[in-house]
């Protein structure tokens, strides 16, 4: 509850703000000392919010509700007097006074809210904290100033796969002539994605097919869909066109040329069924390459026998570990080494858990505190199944985000799963929604795509 407390407050001094605009205050009938002390209040819970959010118990949690519905209905008055204001602009000033002075009564009952909500959140973390022991108070202290965000590309990290990436290769650009399926198969967060990319990207493969195409298959999708995203850079296509006519231009585009078409994340063989009769073989040595889950997927008629991916042993998860959390090889604090190793064993060899657990660890102190109660967390999920340890290390991930940027992250859910997503459309959605703190000598465009940086990295 503390991130839809945060979110609503950011979005109601959004409004406060804009309210108090030279230009809006000429035409608006308000008290600028009340607005203004509104904000203060509604700033004050901001930035308690973002400097205690690491230690809020779920005690304290429970008046985010409150606070977020006190935040919202302060939202709702102002929003009601400013349309109210600019519909009945020919009244008589007696008229407008009257609605003046119930706009003011109106949120000298949402400060007072939200001031007795402050003082109580105020009070409550100050118990909370009281019997925390001062050496382990390091351990929850800001790591950094939030508006310094790390730079640099998550373009995923091989170690440890440098061995699979050539033998791939190897198997798209050799072998028969005619069509071949390469399906690579492991579990999830075992790193097939990140290997099929790295191959699809090796210049040697770029130069190799002068067609290449990646796709995700979600588990629920439409042939169509595919069809057509996969003709966004081809040929012209009528809005009302067949499944066939569409599947006839994609075969058509294809013949001729040696392709390479990455169908990622499959989970049935309806999927590749659906689809194979629009990639046409045509005996200039074109590959299907396919990532699935599972084994039994893998079985395609005229494929390759299926690469499979396994865990990480003890020295390459610490290697991927370092990697992710360093940027170098090896660990540049003796004194973290033991601890570092006890996490990246914890992580069993899980890929996708030990960079997630990384770029947690790349942002933290550097103390022998805090890594050991990371290795202390981490250790409760070793014995839980795979699925269910990779969520809990994700869980941890988030809950050590700034809570400024929960709501960012949150929001994604709006998009369906795997869905290509335009990072201009995004961050225009991410500053109409409120959910960017202004950073001075920066525009909110700046600020988002900063916010997005930091999550791709971070997440």
């Known amino acids: 509850m503390a991130v839809a407390a945060y979110a609503t407050l950011q979005s109601l001094s959004r409004v406060l703000n804009n309210l108090q605009h030279p230009a809006r205050l000429r035409r608006l009938h308000v008290d600028t000392n009340q607005i203004q002390s509104l904000q203060e209040k509604v700033q004050f819970l901001l930035d308690f919010l973002e400097a205690h959010s690491q230690r809020i118990s779920e005690e304290i949690g429970g008046l985010g509700r409150q606070i977020a519905d006190a935040a919202a209905e302060a939202e709702e008055v102002v929003d009601r007097h400013v349309v109210d204001q600019l519909r009945d602009r020919s009244q008589e000033e007696s008229h407008r006074m009257t609605a003046l002075s119930s706009f003011c009564h109106d949120i000298d009952t949402v400060i007072g809210k939200i001031d007795s909500l402050a003082k109580e959140l105020t009070m409550m973390v100050k118990e909370e904290w009281a019997d925390v022991h001062e050496e382990q108070r390091a351990i929850y202290?800001?790591?950094?100033?939030?508006?310094?965000?790390?730079?640099?590309?998550k373009k995923s990290t091989m170690v440890g796969f440098d061995e699979h990436l050539e033998r791939i290769v190897d198997k798209l650009t050799r072998g028969e002539p005619n069509l071949q399926i390469l399906p690579i198969v492991g579990m999830g967060g075992i790193g097939k994605t990140t290997l099929?990319?790295?191959?699809?990207?090796?210049?040697?493969?770029?130069?190799?097919?002068?067609?290449?195409?990646?796709?995700?298959?979600?588990?629920?999708?439409?042939?169509?869909?595919?069809?057509?995203?996969?003709?966004?850079?081809?040929?012209?296509?009528?809005?009302?066109?067949?499944?066939?006519?569409?599947?006839?231009?994609?075969?058509?585009?294809?013949?001729?040329?040696?392709?390479?078409?990455?169908?990622?994340?499959?989970?049935?063989?309806?999927?590749?069924?659906?689809?194979?009769?629009?990639?046409?073989?045509?005996?200039?040595?074109?590959?299907?390459?396919?990532?699935?889950?599972?084994?039994?997927?893998?079985?395609?008629?005229?494929?390759?026998?299926?690469?499979?991916?396994?865990?990480?042993?003890?020295?390459?998860?610490?290697?991927?570990?370092?990697?992710?959390?360093?940027?170098?090889?090896?660990?540049?604090?003796?004194?973290?080494?033991?601890?570092?190793?006890?996490?990246?064993?914890?992580?069993?060899?899980?890929?996708?858990?030990?960079?997630?657990?990384?770029?947690?660890?790349?942002?933290?102190?550097?103390?022998?505190?805090?890594?050991?109660?990371?290795?202390?967390?981490?250790?409760?999920?070793?014995?839980?199944?795979?699925?269910?340890?990779?969520?809990?290390?994700?869980?941890?991930?988030?809950?050590?985000l700034p809570i400024h940027m929960k709501p960012c992250f949150l929001y994604m859910v709006v998009f369906p799963e795997d869905a290509n997503i335009l990072v201009s459309r995004l961050t225009k959605l991410w500053i109409a929604e409120g959910f960017l703190k202004p950073i001075k000598g920066q525009s909110l465009e700046e600020v988002a795509e900063m916010y997005l940086r930091y999550l791709l990295i971070e997440i």
């Not at 202290?141 to 590309?153: A, F, I, N, T, Y």
């Not at 039994?296 to 370092?322: G, H, P």
């Open 141 to 153: 202290e800001p790591v950094r100033s939030k508006e310094v965000l790390p730079s640099g590309d």
């Open 196 to 400: 099929a990319q790295n191959a699809f990207d090796h210049p040697y493969i770029v130069h190799y097919f002068p067609k290449r195409i990646w796709f995700t298959i979600s588990q629920t999708y439409s042939v169509r869909e595919i069809l057509l995203r996969l003709l966004e850079n081809g040929e012209k296509k009528e809005k009302n066109e067949s499944l066939a006519q569409l599947g006839q231009r994609l075969y058509q585009n294809l013949f001729g040329e040696r392709y390479l078409i990455v169908m990622d994340d499959v989970w049935s063989i309806e999927a590749w069924n659906d689809l194979k009769l629009f990639f046409p073989n045509n005996t200039k040595g074109s590959r299907v390459m396919v990532t699935t889950r599972e084994s039994s997927l893998a079985i395609f008629s005229d494929s390759q026998e299926s690469y499979s991916i396994d865990l990480l042993n003890e020295d390459k998860s610490w290697n991927l570990l370092c990697h992710k959390a360093f940027s170098q090889e090896g660990c540049p604090y003796p004194y973290l080494e033991e601890v570092g190793k006890t996490i990246a064993r914890s992580c069993n060899g899980l890929p996708l858990t030990i960079a997630v657990m990384g770029g947690l660890l790349a942002n933290s102190k550097m103390t022998l505190e805090y890594w050991e109660s990371i290795a202390e967390n981490v250790s409760t999920f070793r014995n839980s199944e795979d699925y269910e340890r990779c969520l809990n290390i994700l869980s941890l991930s988030y809950n050590n």
